[in-house]
Nanobody, 119 residues
Framework: QVQLVESGGGLVQPGGSLRLSCAAS????????MAWYRQAPGKQRELVAA???????NYADSVKGRFTISRDNARNTVYLQMNSLEPEDTAVYYC?????????????WGQGTQVTVSS
């Protein structure tokens, strides 16, 4: 079992920056693939960025060059640095932990943190 707690959301003006954090507890953090998803009102939840247990990263096209995902296994924390924020980035951002151990899959979500980009 993994517990995930996000922090760092808030209101920011267009062009501004925020850094989201997701603190994990309850299991061996380093073996999990971690990701950030977001869900805007009336839209489906979408993948924003992912970082594998080995450090490989992947980004949605809409955030490439603006967002950076990183992890600190010693602190059991994953981060999302968001720069050049746009109103379209407004959403609830969720942290996700995922691990496959066939035939089982372990997948956990945080409670979400609101990011609002507005002038």
């Amino acid at each position: 079992q993994v517990q995930l707690v996000e922090s760092g959301g808030g209101l920011v003006q267009p062009g501004g920056s925020l850094r989201l954090s997701c603190a994990a507890s309850g299991s061996i953090f380093s073996i999990y693939n971690m990701a950030w998803y977001r869900q805007a009102p009336g839209k489906q939840r979408e993948l924003v960025a992912a970082i594998a247990s080995g450090g490989w990263t992947n980004y949605a096209d809409s955030v490439k060059g603006r967002f950076t995902i990183s992890r600190d296994n010693a602190r059991n924390t994953v981060y999302l640095q968001m720069n050049s924020l746009e109103p379209e980035d407004t959403a609830v951002y969720y942290c996700n932990a995922d691990r496959e151990r066939p035939p089982f899959r372990y997948n956990y979500w945080g409670q979400g943190t609101q990011v609002t980009v507005s002038s």
